[in-house]
């Protein structure tokens, strides 16, 4: 039965994700439930007060949700299609380093860029006749932070490690792997040009978070991983690069949190705009280093066909 996925065409090959997607997330999410109900009782589930202050129940169910949402359907989607788990990837040779440093460098460069669109992204105000939209996504916004400051809060160095877990590791893998990984690569396949792919996989990757506020950042940064995975061919680049941008905020917040609160909570869009030698110095250091991946993807390929 594998092997009768392999001659599927790209759209068909869309519609098997779609379907894998939500039979796991489905299935894994039921288990989860069930589970849940078996330790902390029905009541956590039907009273939103009691959920909100159950960390440890959040944590759990968002670990289960990575798993049967982002890594569980593009593993099984490689292997009815391509007859592998992972993403076939090439092998980086001699310059594995560089490739490595570029990803984490893009990323820490990225910040002032991404700080500047997400400013210009938070200010947007829709038309009057759009204020109940507005106001959706707004709640929508703020319901996404407080879970996400739930996530990152740490008592003890064992939680610390939970939530990297949770925050960079399960995301930078299981998104990573569905998108650059998978629907990068359908898309590739339909509209037949790798940047439209791209483009295409970047913004779905951004409008399932369902953060509208943070849409243009989260789009860039989507470029920046197909970008990556375009011109290594190798998928742990983009994770490498998700899970250093992650990592990053889990730091930025512990030091927000270790320094009394006397600075601007780091989740929250700032209404002032980052300096502009900073913004066009991050805009240039991104284009270059994306340039070089490109450079040395150029050079690999010249050389294995010698």
Not at 42 to 60: D, G, I, R
Not at 116 to 135: M, S, T
């Amino acid at each position: 039965m594998k092997k009768y996925f392999y001659s599927t065409t790209p759209l068909q090959q869309l519609l098997l994700l779609i379907i894998l997607t939500l039979s796991l997330w489905i299935l894994i999410s039921v288990f989860a439930i069930a589970v849940a109900v078996l330790f902390w009782g029905s009541e956590v589930l039907s009273n939103m007060n009691v959920l909100m202050a159950n960390s440890t129940f959040l944590k759990f169910f968002q670990v289960f949700q990575s798993i049967g949402l982002f890594i569980l359907p593009p593993v099984f989607f490689e292997w009815l299609t391509k007859g592998v788990f992972l993403p076939r990837h090439r092998t980086l040779g001699k310059n594995t380093g560089i490739y490595l440093i570029l990803s984490v460098l893009v990323v820490v460069a990225a910040q002032p860029f991404i700080t500047f669109l997400g400013v210009i992204n938070h200010a947007l105000v829709l038309p009057d006749y759009l204020a109940n939209l507005e106001e959706w996504m707004r709640q929508k916004e703020a319901a996404a932070q407080q879970i996400t400051e739930i996530f990152l809060v740490s008592t003890h160095w064992s939680h610390h490690i939970i939530n990297v877990v949770i925050i960079a590791v399960l995301p930078a893998i299981g998104e990573e792997l569905m998108f650059r990984g998978a629907l990068q690569r359908v898309f590739h396949a339909i509209f037949k040009n790798v940047h439209w792919a791209v483009f295409f996989t970047a913004a779905l990757f951004s409008a399932i978070h369902i953060q509208f506020f943070g849409f243009l950042p989260r789009f860039v940064l989507g470029l920046i991983f197909g970008y990556l995975m375009v011109f290594s061919g190798n998928i742990w680049l983009p994770i490498l690069a998700h899970f250093t941008n992650n990592f990053m905020a889990f730091l930025v917040y512990q030091w927000y949190m270790s320094d009394n609160q006397t600075a601007s909570n780091p989740l929250e869009a700032g209404s002032e705009y980052p300096d502009v030698f900073w913004v066009v110095t991050s805009a240039v250091v991104i284009t270059l280093s994306l340039l070089l991946c490109k450079r040395l993807n150029n050079k690999v390929a010249s050389e294995a066909q010698r």
